[in-house]
């Protein structure tokens, strides 16, 4: 039965097409969804004749308020809805398991475009292949490409005049553009092969290599032509160890499912041209009571959405546009050189065992992303549906081996606390451990980091850096005092009055009371943690000291160390929390050092912004390439004035060139 307060929201849904979110008393996203009518659709949940599976009972029964976004169509209700799934991860939804920490290989959109490993799309123009499952087999992959491909791996900008090549050019990785070696239009003919080979064009790769090995030998450029025959017969030896599935030459994917224990295992082959060029898995929660179709519509929007993102974010129409440009990331600027990906990545035809619902719907927003018709089928027979078993057995066998590394895992895990929490005679097993690391140079660039580890694993979503206001020299324990202070004050405060003017949103997201404080350091680092405990008045927080020579832990009140048995679950424990603090505090002073030390010869012109520097640099590359230029040239740059230009170089001239 429906509150008062929701009732007045149901009576005010909009019929129109939309996306909802189900909200918990604590504003927690309960379930996503879309709709042709928001109206019609919502309240259906909430009526005293709905015979609802349990599952969807219970999710009701929460349910305490509802959030609306209405879009201008159908398609524009999928993309948000899969995007909202995806940054909230809502308990009820059916979730692809960390989609947005896959990597994916970027071909930068830049002059001399560089291929590299990442797990952030950015709209930056470039071009994204994945994401993929494996990062392993992904770097394997680049390391191949350049292999084959002799493409520039350095992020030095290249202008054609440094004085001698690299270590790259005389092992015959790169053709040495930053010394003239190779033009742009020559390294751009090279990118272009990259993305043939990429997407799988392997034969339209192969013709364009042949026709140029063969105008190189035409024109007496042995030399040119030797080095593509060494391409080609790289390529070929790749594309012979890809299996011919069938005579058919056209795109297609086929998607199989298996499910156990409330999980399901998604396989997913990649045939392009006939062959296999391909094959991942994808881990599905929340998949308990639900039908077939809609797992598999549930999965082909996350699926095909994330490898579409680059092209998805400039495709949103005005309505709700807002809303949908934070949830898509903002439009990329239409470059040059950037082609579209997303038609590459969704195939003519996506083979699976289960109709999804809404199929017409999911095949026109892929038709609209790839430019012409895709179409989904379920194979019933012949050579397409034996070939979708096979797929089918593939996703058995992962989600079994899934499952019994998950039942070690959380085996192991489970162990390892409880042997802590006896170790160290904590009331309670430490569910919830923070970690505390400092790390500075001679007190320059002092940061901090806290690292929690919820259930034995790291949650990352829930890492803190803190950047240290200290500022009196080299003193681990005054800067250990300071953030512990800075993160405890919000637990010792968040049942207090909101009229102390403290930020609700950062109390919020510091409430959770940890099972374990560990210190990175000995007696002296624990005795200030204990110190701003009584302080705060949160003496009741167990806390322990990890010295770093023995990996001794120290406890308050207590002169010998706990050691730990050598290759304990729990001294692993200990030392995998500790590690993974120090990993992240030395990331961050790292970025930190490096900004202090990078400084330009332009920061310190007068009357030249950060935005006309930015201008200015990418314009020429770099201050030396300034610094050549021509005074007009440096006047046409966007938002300069002579007068500028003239100052910058008249200050330029007295400096060594950066």
Not at 15 to 25: E, F, H, I, S
Request: with cysteine; hydrophobic share 40%; proline share 5%.
């Amino acid at each position: 039965m429906a509150t008062a307060p929701l009732e007045l929201t149901l009576a005010q849904l909009p019929d129109a097409p939309g996306v909802y979110q189900m909200l918990a008393a604590d504003g927690e996203v309960l379930y996503i969804g879309k709709a042709i009518s928001l109206r019609n659709r919502v309240r259906s949940y909430f009526q005293g004749s709905a015979q609802h599976h349990p599952r969807i009972a219970a999710m009701v029964a929460r349910v305490v308020d509802i959030e609306t976004t209405v879009v201008g169509n159908e398609i524009e209700a999928l993309i948000l809805e899969a995007n909202l799934i995806k940054r909230y991860q809502p308990p009820f939804n059916v979730r692809m398991r960390d989609d947005k920490r896959y990597p994916y290989l970027k071909v930068t959109n830049e002059p001399f475009a560089r291929v590299h490993f990442t797990r952030t799309l950015a709209p930056d123009g470039a071009r994204y292949f994945g994401p993929f499952t494996n990062a392993r087999a992904l770097r394997e992959l680049i390391d191949l490409v350049r292999m084959v491909f002799p493409l520039r791996t350095c992020r030095e900008p290249i202008d054609g005049k440094r004085a001698r090549p690299c270590l790259q050019y005389h092992i015959k990785r790169c053709m040495a553009p930053c010394v003239g070696y190779q033009s742009r239009e020559e390294y751009d003919a090279i990118v272009d092969e990259v993305v043939l080979f990429l997407e799988g064009k392997h034969e339209a790769l192969l013709a364009r290599l042949n026709a140029e090995m063969e105008t190189a030998a035409n024109e007496m450029r042995f030399e040119a032509a030797a080095s593509i025959r060494d391409r080609i017969i790289a390529v070929r030896r790749v594309t012979e160890r890809q299996r011919v599935v069938w005579r058919s030459r056209i795109d297609m994917d086929l998607i199989a499912c298996a499910r156990s224990q409330g999980q399901a295992c998604m396989e997913v082959f990649v045939v392009r041209g006939g062959k296999l060029v391909g094959q991942e898995h994808v881990i599905l929660d929340g998949v308990a009571a639900r039908e077939p179709q809609e797992i598999f519509a549930e999965f082909l929007t996350q699926f095909y959405s994330a490898r579409a993102a680059g092209e998805e974010r400039r495709t949103f129409s005005t309505i709700a546009e807002g809303r949908i440009a934070r949830d898509n990331a903002a439009p990329a600027p239409a470059s040059a050189r950037a082609r579209p990906y997303a038609a590459s990545v969704v195939p003519k035809e996506l083979l699976l065992e289960s109709m999804p619902e809404d199929r017409e719907e999911i095949e026109r927003w892929l038709s609209g992303v790839k430019g012409q018709r895709v179409r989904i089928l379920v194979p019933q027979r012949g050579e397409r549906a034996d070939y979708l078993r096979l797929v089918a057995r593939n996703a058995e066998q992962h989600l079994k081996a899934f499952l019994a590394h998950q039942e070690v895992q959380e085996s192991a895990q489970a162990r390892a606390l409880d042997e802590l929490a006896q170790a160290l005679e904590l009331p309670d097993l430490p569910r919830r451990i923070e970690c505390y690391d400092i790390s500075n140079v001679q007190g320059t660039n002092s940061v901090a980091s806290m690292v929690v580890f919820v259930e034995g694993r790291a949650k990352k979503s829930a890492y803190r850096k803190f950047g240290i206001q200290y500022k009196h020299g080299p003193n681990d324990f005054e800067m250990m005092r300071e953030v512990l202070r800075r993160r405890l004050r919000y637990l010792a405060q968040r049942e207090e009055d909101d009229a102390l003017g403290v930020d609700r949103t950062k109390r919020e997201r510091f409430s959770a009371r940890p099972d374990l404080l560990l210190i990175d350091g000995g007696k002296g680092q624990l005795g200030v943690a204990v110190e701003v405990l009584d302080e705060l008045g949160l003496a009741g927080i167990p806390v322990a000291g990890l010295a770093k020579e023995h990996e001794w832990l120290y406890l308050p009140e207590r002169s010998d160390p706990i050691v730990l048995p050598p290759g304990s679950p729990a001294l692993h424990l200990v030392i995998r929390v500790r590690d993974e603090a120090h990993r992240f505090a030395i990331t961050f002073h790292r970025s930190k050092r490096d900004k202090a030390m990078i400084r330009s010869a332009l920061d310190e012109v007068p009357g030249l912004g950060p935005v006309r520097r930015k201008r200015l640099l990418a314009a020429f590359g770099s201050v030396a390439a300034i610094k050549r230029a021509e005074l007009d040239a440096v006047a046409a740059v966007k938002g300069m004035t002579p007068a500028l230009a003239a100052a910058i170089r008249s200050h330029l001239g007295e400096r060594s060139p950066g």
